[in-house]
């Protein structure tokens, strides 16, 4: 089966510009997570979603948005995009919301100029 | 806030040692812990978990201890490989609540 993928792998984008990365997760899982890895340091939870629905939000600006499609797939949006927002960016999906293992994928990698 | 941190950033074992990666964590109420590896340009491969109501679990060649008295946390790797070189992250959570908070690694390299 195939694991979490996630496009594009890696993404180049300037400042003010906004950035739209894709997610998919494992085939049967609900649940999907998103998270920030800048270089050096460890992932940081951005968003949690369970059947389309917001379930838990971490500590970022409201530049950064997200959603999740019937088919479980998701997307993770981010406006006005500042050369801190370089980073890998990651996703994680579960078979349904709090049971506890989550599996990521590759990420993408943004950069921002 | 509360926070998971990591004794040591790296650590270096001969190949065929055993390595021991710590982990102290600050949340007494989280109830779920669990052991990722990150290679260069992937992403964290889960290894091994452990709950609230256990103090040690075995996988094969890992085994994780957790001590909730002094709040810390252990990853045991036996036999270590070249391809056990990494970043080796622990992550809490309260079970039921899917935000895992990351501490920021411990990079492990096999000495051949």
């Known amino acids: 089966d195939a694991g979490v993928t996630q496009s594009p792998t890696h993404l180049i984008k300037t400042r003010g510009q906004h950035v739209t990365l894709r997610c998919s997760p494992i085939?049967?899982?609900?649940?999907v997570s998103w998270y920030q890895q800048v270089l050096g340091q460890g992932p940081q939870f951005i968003f949690q979603?369970?059947?389309?629905?917001?379930?838990g939000r971490g500590n970022f600006p409201d530049r950064f948005s997200a959603r999740q499609f019937p088919n479980y797939s998701s997307e993770l949006n981010v406006n006005a995009l500042l050369l801190g927002d370089s980073a890998l960016y990651l996703c994680?999906?579960?078979?349904?919301?709090?049971?506890?293992?989550?599996?990521f994928g590759p990420g993408t990698r943004l950069t921002v100029t | 806030g509360e926070s998971v941190g990591l004794h040591l950033p790296t650590l270096s074992v001969q190949e065929g040692d055993n390595s021991i990666i710590n982990c102290a964590y600050s949340n007494s109420a989280s109830d779920y812990f669990i052991w990722y590896k990150q290679e260069s340009g992937k992403g964290p491969q889960f290894i091994i978990d452990i709950r609230s109501n256990m103090d040690k679990r075995q996988g094969q060649r890992v085994t994780v201890l957790l001590n909730k008295t002094v709040k810390h946390l252990s990853l045991q790797i036996a036999a270590t490989q070249p391809g056990d070189s990494a970043v080796y992250f622990c992550?809490?959570?309260?079970?039921?609540?899917?935000?895992?908070?990351f501490g920021t690694g411990t990079r492990l390299t096999i000495i051949p």
């Open positions: 992550a809490e959570e309260y079970f039921g609540n899917e935000k895992l908070t």
């Open positions: 979603y369970y059947e389309k629905e917001e379930r």
């Open positions: 085939s049967g899982h609900k649940s």
């Open positions: 994680a999906s579960s078979l349904v919301a709090g049971s506890g293992e989550q599996y």
